[in-house]
């Protein structure tokens, strides 16, 4: 069954490094997310893409943050200056349509980052 | 935008028995309302979706309703196995015309054999 690939699953860095987190979504879907979950909250949304650009962004993406699909398949998320609040479950995730039937997201198993 | 609610405490349910679980939106009332399944540091996995002009919708022991004068689902597990022991999230668009998905915090099943 396609599935949503993630790397690394776990990073640890330093307050103020550059980290970036790498998804393959499933290859004919048409819109990619990156998500966010702190320890005990709610996930939340961070930004989406669709057709080489960004769809929408919440206010957590800041400026620090940028996306990008660098070839047919994968999809990374760049934090640019990480903080110590930036250590989340970073989630990818895909869909074939955006929104209403056909737009259940696929997410992948998460990237862990730890900000030290 | 939305306000989604979810019960805090988590659920303990007797093996066998049906659990239920409530989503309430505070706003307007979605086009859709979506239900996953997170398993403790995984991804949440997609259940079910259901329309705003379907009452009800079923998949194998899983049953979601969706009540917009109540502005609340309803997310029933019948006959719950220990498998069944997850966290389960509520999702759908945080304001009308919106295509992403915004969740709730979820509510924790724990079924015990």
């Known amino acids: 069954e396609p599935e949503v690939t993630q790397t690394p699953s776990h990073q640890v860095t330093q307050m103020g490094q550059e980290v970036i987190l790498r998804c393959v979504p499933i290859s004919n879907h048409l819109y990619f997310y990156w998500y966010r979950q702190i320890l005990g909250q709610k996930v939340e949304f961070l930004v989406s893409f669709y057709n080489n650009e960004i769809s929408e962004k919440s206010e957590i993406f800041d400026d620090q943050f940028s996306v990008e699909r660098p070839d047919g398949s994968n999809f990374t998320l760049k934090i640019r200056s990480t903080k110590l609040e930036d250590s989340a479950m970073y989630f990818c995730?895909?869909?074939?349509?955006?929104?209403?039937?056909?737009?259940?997201?696929?997410f992948g198993e998460g990237s862990r980052l730890t900000v030290l | 935008s939305q306000k989604i609610e979810q019960n805090s405490e988590a659920l303990n349910i007797q093996e066998g028995k049906t659990a239920t679980l409530t989503c309430n939106y505070t706003n307007y009332s979605p086009a859709y309302l979506q239900w996953y399944r997170q398993d403790p540091g995984r991804g949440p996995v997609f259940l079910l979706l259901i329309r705003e002009n379907e009452k009800e919708k079923r998949k194998e022991r899983l049953k979601v309703t969706f009540d917009t004068t109540l502005k609340q689902s309803l997310f029933h597990i019948t006959a719950s196995q220990p498998a069944d022991s997850a966290t389960y999230l509520c999702a759908l668009p945080p304001y009308y015309g919106n295509n992403r998905l915004a969740f709730g915090k979820g509510n924790q099943v724990v079924v015990i054999p």
């Open positions: 995730a895909s869909s074939e349509e955006a929104g209403g039937p056909g737009g259940e997201l696929f």
